[in-house]
C-alpha cells in the first residue's frame, strides 16, 4: 500500500517527515516558469518543519483501485 501524500479531495498534503496533514493553501510551492509548470513537479515547503519535498506525479487520469 502507498501512503498517499497529497488528498485531492479533502485538499490536504501530508508532511513526508512530520506526516502532519496540513491544507494544500498553506503549502507554500517554490518558484516555477509558468512556461514550464506542465513539465515540472511541485516542490512544497512544509510550514511546521521546514521540509522540502516533491510528491510524485500521478498519471492522469488517476485510477481509484478498489
Ligand atoms: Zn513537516
Redesign the pocket.
Known sequence: MITQIVDEEARTIT?P??E?AQPMRDFATLGMSPRYAPALAPIYR?K??N?LFAPRVQPHPVIALA
Do not use: I, S
Open positions: 508532511c517527515r512530520c502532519e512544509c511546521q518543519c521540509h
